[in-house]
Nanobody
Framework: QVPLVESGGGLVQAGNALTLACAGS????????MAWFRQAPGKDRMFLGS???????IYGDPVKGRFAISRDNAKNTVYLQMNNLEPGDTAVYYC????????????????RGQGTQVTVAS
């Protein structure tokens, strides 16, 4: 059973918005820091941002001001609201969870999802 499952990806026109969800399965993540990453073809995985159990957030510079992370602990789910999407946002989007880490190091997260594809058409 995959503990983190991303959903909400798809094809969207540039300028539009899209919200991704990352649901915990078989594991409660309310006490975990939750993060979002993305990886475009041929590029390194990039940190987008994270949210702590107390809802403090940090964001990576490329998406600051356009993307927002929130969580619904009752649903064991974290969200990534993406606004004003650009073709350069096309990537596979991943979520991750860890009790202590909330930064840019993908490899330090104990739980990692399998990703959802987002394609932004111009």
């Amino acid at each position: 059973q995959v503990p983190l499952v991303e959903s909400g990806g798809g094809l969207v026109q540039a300028g539009n918005a899209l919200t991704l969800a990352c649901a915990g399965s078989g594991q409660t993540f309310t006490a975990y820091n939750m993060a979002w990453f993305r990886q475009a073809p041929g590029k390194d995985r990039m940190f987008l941002g994270s949210i702590t159990p107390l809802n403090a957030t940090i964001y990576g510079d490329p998406v600051k001001g356009r993307f927002a992370i929130s969580r619904d602990n009752a649903k064991n789910t974290v969200y990534l609201q993406m606004n004003n999407l650009e073709p350069g946002d096309t990537a596979v989007y991943y979520c991750a969870a860890d009790v202590t880490h909330y930064g840019r190091r993908w490899d330090l997260y104990d739980y990692r999802g399998q990703g959802t594809q987002v394609t932004v058409a111009s």
